[in-house]
């Protein structure tokens, strides 16, 4: 079965730290993609990725990076938190456009 | 660009009742269409999805999807509900060709009373 790993469900960091989020994907897919979550506001997208080494923004990057160095694997990187940026991130990943996405499960993240 | 309105941010329903969750989009090209589902602290899963052909898609756990293009609509429905598919729906579209990047309503949220 297909498998999107999210490196933490749960993190609790503090204001000014770096942040890295990792996620790995066992279908070689080439899309993958990360999210925030956030009630009301559905998933605002933060950074996509479509091969190794390319990166697009998405809708909110401002706060975020990524880093794509290898095809299963993709890292969202907080710079210096905020607590603005407490939620819940989601990786995905996706063969083509015709096709679904596969979720991992989240991270629930707490910047105090 | 795209856009997806989800009408109802909530709908209550008893157990065995019928249900419709409602989805709308807006688009410049043709676009392959999804209903996604998201269980309390998990990620999403698909539920269907329409690419082409029938209008009628069906997914799993019972629930079903017509794809309207002169309404540019795709309402997810379920004829009786259980008390497990409380839950928040997604619906999505994404292009035909080009960019990957899917649009995502903002959700709806089921909660089926007993």
């Known amino acids: 079965d297909v498998k999107v790993t999210q490196s933490s469900r749960y993190l609790v960091k503090r204001t000014g730290e770096k942040v890295f989020l990792e996620c790995v994907q066992d279908?070689?897919?080439?899309?993958m993609f990360w999210y925030r979550q956030d009630p009301g506001l559905g998933l605002r997208l933060i950074y996509f990725?479509?091969?190794?080494?390319?990166?697009e923004k998405g809708d909110i990057p401002e706060g975020y990076s990524v880093s794509r160095e290898k095809k299963e694997r993709f890292s969202l990187i907080l710079e210096s938190a905020s607590t603005n940026q407490t939620s819940m991130y989601l990786c995905?990943?996706?063969?083509?456009?015709?096709?679904?996405?596969?979720f991992g499960d989240g991270t629930r993240l707490s910047i105090l | 660009a795209q856009s997806v309105t989800q009408l109802d941010s909530q709908v209550p329903v008893f157990e065995e009742a019928p249900v419709e969750l409602r989805c709308n989009y807006s688009s410049s090209v043709s676009v392959y269409l999804f209903w996604y589902v998201q269980y309390p602290n998990q990620g999403l899963q698909l539920l269907l999805k329409?690419?082409?052909?029938?209008?009628l898609v069906k997914g799993i756990n019972g629930f079903e999807a017509e794809f309207n293009k002169s309404q540019t609509s795709f309402h997810l429905r379920k004829p009786s509900v259980h008390i497990s598919d409380t839950a928040e729906y997604f619906c999505?579209?994404?292009?035909?060709?080009?960019?990957?990047?899917?649009?995502f309503g903002r959700g709806t949220s089921l909660i089926v009373h007993p």
């Open positions: 329409y690419l082409s052909g029938s209008t």
């Open positions: 990725s479509y091969d190794v080494k390319m990166k």
């Open positions: 995905a990943s996706s063969a083509a456009s015709n096709q679904p996405q596969h």
């Open positions: 279908m070689d897919h080439e899309n």
């Open positions: 999505a579209v994404s292009p035909l060709g080009g960019s990957y990047i899917p649009t």
